[in-house]
């Protein structure tokens, strides 16, 4: 009978393999912004922006206001169906934080005339 040309994937002693190892890990996926990182919006103008994470589902966001009144978010949480609203309120610059449970992203927004 002739030999098996099959090649069979590495395995260690204790019989774990690359694959085994890759499908066991938990991969963090960063948060999806639809308005992008750098929002640039004009006084009293309003960006709605939605956020996304694969794998979390309908997980929620937390929104985190640092821009000291340069914007107006609300609201202030919401999951991947969540619409958050950015109203420009006064010329200047800041960020906004978007937490879930695992990430954070930090998105810079420029207010202008």
Known sequence: MPA???VAAPQ?????????????????????SSCGEHVHIIVLGIVGCRFHEYGYGDGQ??????TNGVIVI??????????????GAVKGSGDFVVASKNQSLEVHVHVGL
């Open 4 to 6: 098996s040309s099959a």
């Open 12 to 32: 260690s002693a204790s019989g774990v393999t690359p694959e085994n190892i890759l499908s066991d890990k938990k991969v963090s996926h960063p948060i999806i």
């Open 61 to 66: 966001f937390t929104i985190h206001n640092d």
């Open 74 to 87: 609300y609201p202030s949480s919401g999951n991947n169906k969540t619409t958050f609203s950015i109203l």
